[in-house]
């Protein structure tokens, strides 16, 4: 199953709440989307994204309960990665460098030494 899928804003959404609730119903699905389609559309949606590989079901009772097939930090690492790839033209540098001078970026002293132990890290494994 690939992870570079590019998603439809809805089939993000979808991703979104079953990352966040890890398994619901097409109904709890429904309740958790913003300005939500028809019943049957998400259900239309369900199916594509489970054709596609993304997600799973299982019946409870006359149920479907759908959870992600990828956790949300692999599904998160290939966003960042293909974000990187598509605008910093695969420049890691470029892209904190982004992060970090935006005004609205705002770091705790214990971010930032978290940081400082993933670069230190880096360093040591020559990456």
Request: hydrophobic share 40%; charged share 30%; glycine share 4%.
């Amino acid at each position: 199953m690939s992870l570079e899928h590019h998603f439809s804003r809805r089939e993000r959404q979808i991703m979104d709440v079953l990352h966040t609730k890890e398994s619901a119903t097409v109904a709890e699905i429904l309740a958790a989307l913003p300005d939500p389609p028809s019943y049957s559309a998400v259900r239309a949606l369900l199916r594509i994204l489970e054709d596609k590989g993304h997600i799973r079901h299982r019946q409870e009772g006359a149920r479907y309960v759908y959870l992600s097939r990828v956790s949300r930090e692999n599904a998160s690492r290939s966003a960042l990665k293909r974000l990187v790839s598509t605008f910093f033209q695969g420049s890691v540098t470029q892209a904190m460098a982004a992060l970090l001078e935006s005004p609205d970026t705002q770091l705790s002293d214990a971010e930032l030494s978290r940081l400082q132990q993933i670069i230190k890290q880096a360093k040591k494994e020559g990456r």
